[in-house]
């Protein structure tokens, strides 16, 4: 059964890790409504390339722009069945927008399935819904999800975990893992 599905967005989101998921989940059937605070639909996000080169931390380039297909002002989180957060340098300020942390609240209050990755995790501490969860992200992020009262899975880079209605991952190398349990939590069978 097709789910509606909320993608909060912003400005230097991981590129593969907004259209990978968003791609994915139309492709399945699933609709999917790409919304940023203080823009509408049509209107398009920067994004972020990070790689893992062998350095200390990921690298960071331009991305593509990626254009958003509804308006966030017009969006009631209560319309949707579940919610996807991007990782990337948009977590970092989209969870000082307070509508923002309004809608990653009621996901959780109403224990609808949530699929963050990487930076996602700053958005739900943010939020403070991590508390007695477990939650993968990006390492560095580790200690906000401790500080948000959660516990942090170490999990390889390419692995995801399913704790509840929350699916998270490391970074857009779990892509597979990632979005196979995010299936599995909104109930979608692929034949």
């Known amino acids: 059964m097709a ?3 909320l993608m909060i967005c912003g400005d230097f989101c991981e590129d593969y890790e907004t259209m990978v998921p968003f791609q994915a989940l139309q492709a399945v ?4 409504d790409a919304v940023c ?4 639909a049509g209107d398009t996000i920067a994004t972020a390339i990070h790689d893992f080169e062998g350095d200390q931390t990921y690298t960071e380039k331009r991305g593509h722009n990626f254009t ?3 308006t966030f002002a017009d969006i009631d989180p209560a319309d949707y069945d579940a919610l996807v957060i991007p990782g990337g340098r948009g977590p970092e300020y989209l969870r000082m927008y307070p509508e923002v942390i309004a809608a990653v609240r009621h996901f ?3 224990d609808k399935p949530v699929a963050a990755i990487c930076h996602g995790a700053q958005l739900l501490a943010g939020a403070r819904v991590l508390e007695g969860r477990t939650c993968s992200a990006y390492p560095a992020c580790r200690a906000e999800v401790e500080l948000a009262g959660g ?3 170490n999990i390889p880079v390419d692995q995801a975990i399913t704790d509840g209605n929350l699916v998270s991952a490391p970074a857009w190398p779990a892509h597979p893992a990632w979005i196979a349990q995010f299936l599995a939590v909104l109930g ?3 034949s």
Request: charged share 25%.
């Open 29 to 32: 059937g699933h609709t999917v």
């Open 37 to 40: 605070p203080d823009k509408k």
């Open 3 to 5: 789910k509606k599905i």
């Open 151 to 153: 516990t942090y899975a």
């Open 188 to 190: 979608t069978r692929i």
């Open 68 to 70: 958003l297909n509804a």
């Open 108 to 110: 959780f209050t109403a």
